[in-house]
């Protein structure tokens, strides 16, 4: 991967710096980008990977909003990683179901290339474990634990790249620590040249760390350039979304916008009954015009409830009956048989999405509500964050969750789904 020439962005056509064609990547991966509907990048991206020192090796942090296109920096830096340097790239992500997705679509990214991907989540890793992938796609723990190994053998030399998706994890009171246990690490090996967790007498032969580029990419933080500055690394921080989004607050039947301006007041002649917030109505609008409806619920529970009274009033017309017969007959496949609760909504053309549900059952809605065959879906906070569901239109059922206001972060997080 190399910048097109000349390096100045400014002086050259963007549609050229802008094709993927143009960045020297095997034909193939290009094929694959095509094939998902990436021919080119954005000009963000373009400009954020153009930064001095990027794209030999420096450290990178940078923000973009949901649906921006953040990874493709990542993936572009991990390729290069893999297939010049020789090097090994770890991916940490917060959740494991989007560690399990990345790890599918990286798969059909770079395999036709040989460009080993695996996934390290739980109790599941690759036969072979690290030496057996180029790019390991891990949870944090998983992604720590794998930097453990690496310092605890001295083979901290084989690694090339560490990319940390949702950067702002970092602040997490509960997981947080591990990020920065990780990144220090990093940062104290590549600096010192002499691993950690070793003996003073295997330290004074130990060979000297190769430099590793770190790469954190996040919604918006506050802080953002101080932990830039703590990786030594370029900060690149943009808003651009390629979809605009509007966000409004719904108080009695008014919508306002986020300046609390009233927007318009809704039809309450159309309301069903037992909607007392407007829900069913709001979905109805969206649903009338071919869009797609997420809600987020802070409960599993809760999370059912709607589903379930969704689907009771039974409105919505324009649903593919036979599509969603074969969803149901998908989850009767599964090991575990078809949920009574899903049994009840998806053939009315609504789910849910919860921890609560197996992997299996999560993949298949999460299918069915990409090709349109679900058309609402309530679901908890953790489908916020990486799991590729666009919707038209977000609803937060409430402000709290977790019985606490929800954060800044979460509520970007939830409504950059909309899109």
């Known amino acids: 991967l190399s910048s097109p020439s000349p390096r100045d962005f400014s002086s050259v056509e963007a549609p050229k710096v802008l094709a993927l064609l143009e960045w020297g990547l095997p034909n193939k991966v290009v094929e694959n980008y095509k094939k998902n509907g990436v021919a080119s990048m954005f000009e963000w991206q373009a400009e954020c990977l153009m930064l001095p020192g990027v794209l030999s090796g420096g450290n990178l942090v940078y923000s973009a909003p949901t649906s921006a296109g953040k990874t493709l920096v990542a993936e572009l830096l991990a390729l ?110 590549c600096s010192q040249g002499a691993p950690l967790l070793k003996g003073e007498e295997e330290q004074a032969e130990t060979m000297k760390a190769a430099p590793i580029q770190l790469v954190g990419m996040s919604t918006t933080l506050p802080n953002l350039d101080t932990l830039a500055r ?140 990409r090709q349109s065959l679900i058309k609402i879906l309530a679901a908890t906070s953790t489908l916020s964050s990486g799991v590729n569901l666009p919707a038209r239109l977000v609803m937060v059922r409430t402000p709290f969750f977790n019985r606490s206001l929800l954060d800044v972060l979460m509520y970007r997080q939830m409504v950059g789904r909309a899109g």
């Open 80 to 189: 290069k990683c893999v297939l010049e340097l020789r090097k090994k790239a770890i991916f940490a992500l917060p959740f494991v179901s989007i560690a399990q997705e990345k790890c599918a679509y990286f798969q059909k990214l770079f395999e036709s290339v040989g460009v080993r991907v695996g996934s390290f989540v739980g109790n599941q890793s690759p036969a072979g474990g690290l030496v057996a992938v180029d790019i390991a796609i891990c949870t944090i723990e998983k992604a720590n634990s794998l930097v453990n190994r690496l310092l605890e053998e001295s083979q901290l030399e084989c690694l090339g790249l560490v990319v940390v998706d949702e950067f702002h994890m970092i602040g997490d009171p509960h997981r947080g620590y591990l990020l920065e246990l990780l990144l220090t690490k990093v940062l104290f090996s």
């Open 230 to 369: 703590w990786l030594g690394a370029q900060l690149f921080c943009t808003d651009f979304r390629p979809v605009p989004l509007t966000e409004m607050v719904k108080i009695g039947p008014t919508l306002y916008d986020t300046k609390l301006q009233k927007v318009r007041d809704l039809d309450t002649t159309k309301s069903l009954p037992g909607d007392e917030d407007d829900i069913l109505l709001l979905c109805g609008e969206t649903v009338a015009q071919g869009h797609s409806v997420l809600i987020f619920c802070p409960t599993k529970n809760w999370c059912e409830k709607l589903a379930q009274a969704i689907a009771r009033v039974s409105f919505l017309d324009a649903i593919d009956r036979p599509g969603l017969a074969d969803v149901c007959e998908q989850l009767k496949r599964t090991h575990v048989g078809l949920d009574p609760a899903l049994g009840a909504t998806i053939p009315h053309g609504v789910a849910f999405h919860h921890a609560g549900l197996t992997m299996e059952e999560r993949e298949i809605v999460e299918s069915a509500f």
